[in-house]
């Protein structure tokens, strides 16, 4: 196969290293072996001072993994198992498809699936390459100096190298590094789990590292809450995405050609704190295709509840009245809803556990005074179809009630056996004298670091001790008071300074450096199986602030304490997106920003406006100006707010039947317009930061204070139907200025789209749709026409039923034409709730010629207001130039509806049959 490399190639530059302990440079490759042994299948390469296995999950996902050996290593003395395994263990959290065997397998192993060894094709070996060959993929392994670059074979181009001459190296600092070569002009970076700024990174360096990242800036903050080192490259001139996965939990830095030097072609690099340089390149071409085979390995976005879905109200302020809480509560939950504003969740702030004394915070405490009866507070609201969500801390204060159980337990994070001092016998606990375990007789030895209200202890949630002492205490104090819900807060174990501190590692034994950033999601892990315990057949609603690779699998996330400004709700919106790429669906930021002063009017108002598209779409704040948001605080904007609240819960069957695409398939459903439209180029560069709502619809809500004009980029290729005018048709290929007032949530809908709404559902737990809407456009060009179809997805919204096909999947399928067919085909064994139709097609050329449903044609109406008074008809609207009609449902899971804008020549009288 011929090779075709962009960029151009330096004279050969000689690596060096200085001392075997300090700065290693991967030099020439040495031997290359093939290894097929016990169940795997790969290729050992061996250079000076580095081994390196290569292995394929699939034909589109290759994983290599860099290891660095210690000095004085005698490879001679290694059989070919030691060198394939000897000091790379494989212990992944993250992972959930794998080919090879894992010491986590049994205890992910509800999750976990093994496939088996993909045998790429040795294609070329000579004394300068190595080519492995898959159907789609040739990896070529450069041997002098050893470097790496794939080709897509369907097309002979390179779409993706390592920098030639210098690809992974350790520095005396021991941190690792990868680099890549880059074409500045033309690449572009996507992803990178919870980032600041736009959606794209080029020429950013950021920091991955969990932090409690209050009040962030929102345009320029490295370090988040999140830790999810998975970015998407694509070339703008060739088009074909990559993605990139790093298999290591330690803190790292990503640089997207941010730094230069002369020495070098332009690149960028992975530099890492520890472990190897573990990782996988994930083939595409396209966006969509990377993101279904990062989320094969990761895992899908858990299936939310339709109630998580709805308005969670929440403040730190309603928790922190000096008595009776729940009681102010009531009084603020009956003002929303008697203002317009529905409510189905509520975030019970970590005021419920502060101490009566002190009001210091004591997870899985409960302050009597603020809430004299939890179990009569939860049935309340419950009986309202209100979940109430308690906010959870994994810190333990030296007062913490549990302090002791935690502590008898063995269950909580520890200081380096190296710094852990005697204790004099006259501090030993009472109770545990007698032990002879030093884990129980020497409180000393675990790790005390900073944390809310003074000093404090971390549970380790990679100690199935840990994880068993939390969610015995989560169990009995939380989820039997009457939720089925989670709130994980504060859990990037920001207060462990000491990255040596020591975690349990099921038993291995690891150090923070390495887990810190797995802590949280194995605290979502261990809320999942606390849930299964008291509610078998419930499904788990968790949320997380912070979270690692594959958080989305167990948990719905948030931005973390963001900060009140008009720059916060733009760049948020980058945040969302970036999440969603780095598979991440189920995502939001607190609507009216949590830290700083209250909102102004406007920008509560565009925050809403915007927030009603986000999966989670919560109002949450710890005003420092003694307020608190809420919706209806601002009279003046209220008929505005209320729409927009109207507009989430009409698009709630959409939303939850996008959930559920990302739940099977992974994808988002806030998409950055390159996603949906991969061949215009000028969606790459698009900084508006307007988005797609799922595949049909753009939105482009206002971010800026005092605005008139909103710019927006339409995608080339397509008409846009614009829903606020009358269906007012723009071409695409262009930057429009759209005017917008107080009430203007600008959206579009593409010329090839379904979308499916109700206006039945105002309360989540007890309202069903009876009449579903249906919005067709299926006026592109025929080569746009394809696929042009829609799951609508229905379900008891809370059990776990639909895992064994209690369900109601509708596949809504259009063929288009003047004869257009709007298909139906339902699966699954409960019946959709929904008895009416009223869809409304597109059709701004004509009206039509006949509407039928499952072969019985609709009568035409010709005045609007006897259709307005019918069950069932069609009517031609001149005004939006669209065919409304309305139906009963057909008594059986398939059927067909027909309409037909075949011309009909009234004068002539010519057969129209």
């Not at 302020?317 to 529905?342: F, H, N, Q, W």
């Not at 007789?441 to 809310?452: A, H, I, K, L, S």
């Amino acid at each position: 196969m011929a090779l075709k490399p962009w960029g151009v190639e330096l004279p050969h530059v000689l690596a060096h290293s200085v001392g075997k302990d300090l700065f290693v440079f991967v030099r020439d490759v040495e031997q290359v072996r093939v290894y097929q042994q016990n169940g795997e299948s790969g290729f050992l390469v061996l250079a000076p001072q580095a081994r390196v296995k290569v292995q394929f999950v699939t034909t589109d996902i290759v994983r290599i993994r860099v290891h660095f050996e210690a000095a004085g290593v005698q490879r001679e003395q290694m059989s070919l198992d030691q060198l394939w395994c000897q000091d790379m263990p494989e212990r992944s959290y993250a992972l959930v498809q794998t080919a090879w065997q894992d010491e986590l397998d049994e205890l992910l192993a509800a999750e976990r699936t093994r496939l088996p060894a993909y045998e790429a094709q040795i294609e070329v070996d000579d004394e300068k390459h190595t080519c492995l060959g898959t159907d789609t993929l040739q990896l070529v392994l450069h041997k002098h100096p050893l470097s790496f670059s794939l080709v897509d074979k369907a097309t002979g181009c390179e779409v993706y190298a390592d920098l030639p001459e210098r690809a992974y190296d350790r520095d005396h600092l021991g941190r690792l590094t990868h680099y890549n070569r880059i074409d500045p002009r033309n690449d572009h970076f996507f992803g990178f789990g919870e980032t600041t700024g736009h959606v794209d990174k080029k020429g950013r360096h950021m920091h991955l590292c969990p932090r409690d990242a209050i009040g962030h800036d929102p345009e320029f903050c490295e370090s988040m809450y999140k830790h999810i080192p998975f970015y998407v490259r694509v070339n703008a001139q060739q088009g074909h995405y990559v993605g990139l996965l790093y298999n290591n939990s330690h803190d790292a830095i990503f640089d997207m050609g941010n730094e230069r030097s002369g020495y070098w072609e332009p690149y960028s690099f992975y530099q890492v704190d520890g472990g190897d340089i573990d990782f996988f390149l994930i083939n595409g071409p396209q966006l969509k295709d990377v993101i279904r085979r990062f989320t094969d390995l990761t895992g899908k976005s858990a299936m939310p509840t339709l109630q998580s879905l709805g308005f969670t109200a929440s403040t730190m302020y309603y928790a922190e009245l000096d008595r009776d809480c729940d009681r102010e509560i009531y009084k603020v939950l009956t003002k929303m809803r008697d203002s317009g504003i529905p409510v189905d969740n509520f975030w019970l702030a970590s005021g419920y556990s502060a101490g009566e004394k002190d009001k210091l915070r004591y997870t899985f405490n409960w302050n009597h005074i603020r809430f004299p009866h939890p179990e009569e507070f939860f049935a309340t609201l419950n009986a309202q179809g209100i979940n109430v969500i308690p906010n959870l801390k994994p810190g333990v204060l030296m007062g913490h009630p549990y302090k002791q159980y935690y502590l008898d337990r063995g269950a909580l994070v520890k200081v380096p056996q190296a710094k852990v001092n005697p204790v004099p016998a006259e501090d030993k606990v009472a109770a545990n004298e007698a032990s002879t375990d030093p884990a129980v007789t020497n409180p000393q030895q675990y790790y005390v670091g900073r944390w809310w209200g003074g000093p404090g202890y971390f549970v380790d949630f990679t100690n199935p001790q840990g994880r068993e002492a939390w969610s015995h205490l989560l169990q009995e104090n939380i989820l039997k008071m009457g939720t089925k819900t989670v709130w994980n807060d504060n859990c990037e174990f920001d207060g462990v300074e000491d990255r040596e501190a020591v975690v349990s590692a099921e038993g291995k034994g690891g150090t923070m450096d390495e887990y810190k950033a797995i802590q949280s999601n194995m605290m979502a892990y261990t809320a999942r199986k606390a849930i299964a315990a008291v509610y078998p057949n419930e499904r788990p609603y968790i949320i997380n602030r912070a979270g690692y690779t594959g958080i989305q699998r167990y948990a719905q996330v948030w931005g973390g304490d963001n900060l009140t400004d008009w720059r916060t709700l733009k760049f948020n919106v980058g945040t969302i997106l970036g999440m969603g790429i780095s598979g991440v669906a189920n995502m939001g930021c607190d609507i009216g920003g949590f830290a700083g002063e209250a909102p102004e009017a406007e920008l509560l108002l565009r925050w809403v406006q915007n927030g009603v598209f986000q999966p989670r779409f919560t109002m949450n704040s710890a005003n420092n100006d003694n307020t608190v948001t809420q919706p209806f605080m601002y009279p003046e904007y209220q008929e505005e707010i209320k729409a927009a609240y109207a507009l989430r819960y009409h698009y709630m069957v959409y939303l939850y039947s996008l959930m559920r695409v990302a739940h099977l398939e992974g994808l988002s459903v806030w998409r950055p317009l390159f996603m949906e439209f991969p061949h215009d180029v000028r969606c790459l560069e698009d900084q508006s930061l307007s988005f797609m709502f799922g595949p049909s619809l753009l939105v482009a809500t206002v971010l800026e204070k005092g605005q008139t004009e909103r710019p927006i980029y339409l995608p080339a290729g397509h008409k846009w139907y614009d829903l606020n005018d009358n269906f007012k048709v723009y071409e695409g290929g262009q930057t429009i200025l759209y005017p917008v007032i107080a009430a203007s949530i600008p959206m579009f809908l593409r010329d090839n789209a379904i979308v499916v709404a109700s206006d039945d559902l105002k309360r989540l737990v007890f309202d069903k749709v009876k009449t579903l809407q249906l919005l067709v456009a299926a006026t592109a060009t025929v080569d746009a026409q394809e696929n042009l179809e829609f799951d609508y997805y229905e379900d008891d919204g809370h059990s776990k039923d639909f895992e064994h096909g209690v369900y109601a999947n509708t596949h809504i399928k259009v063929l288009p034409g003047e004869h257009m067919e709007i298909r139906f085909n339902k699966t699954g064994s409960l019946e959709h709730s929904y008895e009416q139709l009223r869809v409304q097609v597109v059709s701004k050329t004509k009206g039509a010629l006949f509407v039928s449903c499952d072969g019985q044609e609709l009568t035409r109406y010709l005045v609007a207001d006897d259709f307005h008074e019918t069950e069932s008809g069609w009517y031609y609207n001149m005004s939006s130039r669209v065919i409304e009609i309305k139906c009963r449902k057909p008594a059986k899971d398939d059927f067909t509806m027909v309409v037909s804008t075949k011309h009909f020549d009234l004068i002539g009288m010519e057969n129209n049959g």
